[in-house]
């Protein structure tokens, strides 16, 4: 079952945001890990300790809040995108002949 993590982490800096998620990625079980607003940190995966993530990033940025654990609800699936213009059908040329003009005129 897959478990979704929000962690409070303060990230003023584009080298924190890197860090604190190389920190996330680096813990077992971890399968996404993402940015919300407000300085978020949002981890999704199996079987995370979540105590264990909120330590180690406490020990590179001195504060790291738990703010909730939780199931992670699956993504609707896409719907498959049609392609931008349909192929050209195939044909085969038909060739007509007409035949030529005749020179009688009685006709």
């Known amino acids: 079952m897959k478990k979704k993590i929000v962690i409070n982490v303060p990230m003023h800096s584009?080298?924190?945001?890197?860090?604190?998620?190389?920190?996330?990625?680096?813990?077992?079980?971890?399968m996404g890990v993402s940015i919300g607003g407000?300085?978020?940190?949002e981890v999704v995966g199996e079987e995370?300790?979540?105590?264990?993530?909120?330590?180690?990033?406490?020990?590179?940025?001195?504060?790291?809040?738990?703010?909730?654990?939780?199931?992670?609800?699956?993504?609707?699936p896409k719907p498959p995108v049609p392609p931008l213009c349909p192929p050209p059908p195939y044909f085969h040329p038909i060739y007509c002949y007409d035949p030529p003009p005749s020179n009688c005129s009685i006709m």
């Open 38 to 41: 407000n300085d978020k940190l």
């Open 48 to 76: 995370v300790d979540s105590v264990c993530l909120a330590n180690c990033l406490r020990k590179k940025f001195c504060f790291a809040e738990i703010i909730s654990v939780g199931e992670a609800k699956p993504q609707p």
């Open 14 to 30: 584009e080298k924190a945001k890197s860090k604190a998620m190389k920190i996330a990625v680096a813990v077992e079980g971890v």
